[in-house]
Structure formats: C-alpha cells, structure tokens
C-alpha cells in the first residue's frame, strides 16, 4: 500500500527520482512561508522552524546552520560515509546497506537507540543523492524490503521525507550552509507534542555534533584500508560492490504489516509532561559526540 506523501515521492514508492521531486525539497528549505520560527542563534547562524503537516500528528521541522571552516564537500562526505557514521553518532544501533537502484539511489536499513522509557525504532529507506553543481543533496523515505520486516524489539518508523541539501558559502573560504528538512514519524505510543518538543529541542546540538564530526574525519579516513573509497562520489566503486546487490524488484513490491507481533512491541514507556524537560535532557545527554578514533577526544565548544 502507497502511503501519500503529497511532497514528491511516497512512502513505500521505490523509483528513481526526477528533478521535480528535487525540486520539492528544495522549495520546502528556502521557501519559509506557512513555518514558524522555533530557535534562533544569529552568532552561530542557526535556525530552527517548524510547520503543521495537513494529516499528520508530526511537525516538519527545517533546520538551517553555517558550518565555518568546512567545505560543502566534507560535509557532503561526511553524511554519506556510513562507516564513519558509527564512529560520532552514539544513537546508531545497525546500518546496512541492503542493495542499490542506480549509481545515485540505494535502499539501506537504520536503527537506532534511544533512553528510556522510549523504545528503539529503525527505518528501511530509499536513499537518493545529487550534486548538480551548485547543491549537494540527499533525502529519503521510507519504502517496505522483504528481507527487513518489523523486528521484535523495535518500533518500526518512518520517513516521509529527510533531506539535506548543502551548499558553498560564496563570500567564506572553505565555509558552507547546511538546510535540513525532515518529516519522520517515530510511531510507537509516543503522544505529539513530545516528539514535537523533542525534534525542535535537540537540533542545534545535532548540528554542533555533526560540525565536530567534519573536523575529524579526513584524519579518520586516511587511517582507513582504502581512503579513496567514496561510492557517492564514483559510480564506478558502486557498480564494483561484491557486498551489496543490485535491487530485485519483487523484493520492494510487498506490502508490510502496519503493526508488530504484539501490541507490546509498539508501545513507549509513560511520558509525564511534567518532567518534559529532564526527558528531553536525557534524550540530549544520548547525543552523538564526535570522535574520529579511539583515544581522540571531542573538540572543546
């Protein structure tokens, strides 16, 4: 069953992607009409807004952040670089790329942890990038794969639609801009305005770790078996991949259940509105901290 998505591609739709659903994304993080402003730093140059999503429980949130002293390429490699991802992201519990589509889309699985009492949730996704020459951009939504069911133990999420485009400062050496714009349902018991609350809350400190992160990981990557190997940049090192297949189509044409074995596996621990704030430090606490290789420790803020 497709899922509308009324923002490009739907859920649960598994195809290549056209400039218009590009362009979807595009119009979504520059065009602020309809959003409301939730956080501003104008010293660092972040913004985080919010809008209400007609059918939906779940606020789209857009963040925006300058990244001074990192290349738009960097950050590009460094969103892309699953690998590197488990070295800085703590919420990380799996990642697997399961096959590609073409040289510029694949279908990955993701799961990650989260404090109590909220339970872990992983997503399968469809994955497509696009340097065009003026922006580095990835998104995703979440599609169905025969092989990644629902799993015991994980709320089974999903991605209407994350993306991130990052672009060159123009008037800054080596600087760029980083706009990201996600509508992701974690599912499970949890009530919206937690989520609500939550999304907005712990973006700026998800860009601070992400700018650490850039930071290490040329050092990182030099360390590595092959530090060429950057398959978002090569089609050719993608198209050589003995470890992942290319897509079986009758693999993505199934219809998942919509709920798990149990309605145990869909339920979140009680959350008090009023211990919101500890929760969501606690939440915080979790964050990922950048560190490139054991024994580098994170930069100082």
């Given at each position: 069953i497709l899922l509308l998505n009324r923002r490009g591609m739907e859920v649960g739709e598994v195809r290549t992607p056209e400039n218009k659903d590009f362009q979807v994304l595009y119009d979504l993080a520059d065009n602020d009409d309809?959003?409301?402003?939730?956080?501003?730093?104008n010293k660092k140059q972040i913004e985080v807004w919010s809008k209400s999503q007609p059918g939906s429980r779940i606020q789209m949130i857009k963040v925006r952040g300058?990244?001074?002293?990192?290349?738009?390429?960097?950050?590009?490699?460094?969103?892309?670089?699953?690998?590197?991802r488990t070295q800085w992201d703590s919420y990380v519990l799996e990642t697997k790329d399961?096959?590609?589509?073409?040289?510029?889309?694949?279908?990955?699985?993701?799961?990650?942890?989260?404090?109590?009492?909220?339970?872990?949730?992983?997503?399968?996704?469809?994955?497509?990038?696009?340097?065009?020459?003026?922006n580095y951009t990835i998104f995703n939504h979440?599609?169905?794969?025969?092989?990644?069911?629902?799993?015991?133990?994980?709320?089974r999420a999903v991605s209407y639609?994350?993306?991130?485009?990052?672009?060159?400062?123009?008037?800054?050496?080596a600087a760029c801009r980083l706009t990201y714009v996600a509508?992701?349902?974690p599912k499970g018991s949890l009530p919206p305005w937690f989520i609500n609350a939550v999304g907005k809350s712990m973006a700026p400190k998800q860009l601070k770790v992400l700018q650490k992160a850039c930071r290490k990981y040329d050092k990182w990557k030099a360390k590595q078996p092959n530090p060429a190997w950057k398959p978002w940049l090569d089609p050719e090192q993608l198209m050589m991949r003995t470890d992942v297949p290319r897509i079986n189509w009758?693999?993505?044409?199934?219809?998942?259940?919509?709920?798990?074995?149990?309605?145990?596996?869909?339920?979140?621990g009680v959350i008090d509105p009023d211990k919101l704030d500890s929760l969501i430090q606690s939440q915080e606490d979790s964050a990922p901290i950048a560190t490139a290789s054991a024994g580098d420790s994170p930069d100082e803020d």
């Open positions: 309809g959003w409301t402003q939730a956080y501003v730093n300058l990244f001074p002293g990192i290349s738009a390429a960097l950050l590009y490699d460094v969103l892309h670089d699953s690998d590197y399961i096959c590609f589509i073409d040289p510029m889309n694949d279908i990955c699985y993701y799961s990650m942890r989260l404090q109590p009492p909220l339970r872990n949730r992983d997503f399968v996704l469809q994955r497509s990038w696009l340097f065009d020459g003026e979440s599609i169905n794969h025969a092989a990644y069911p629902p799993k015991k133990n994980l709320i639609l994350t993306g991130f485009i990052v672009r060159p400062v123009k008037d800054q050496e509508h992701s349902d009758q693999d993505v044409l199934v219809d998942m259940p919509s709920h798990h074995a149990s309605a145990e596996d869909l339920t979140d």
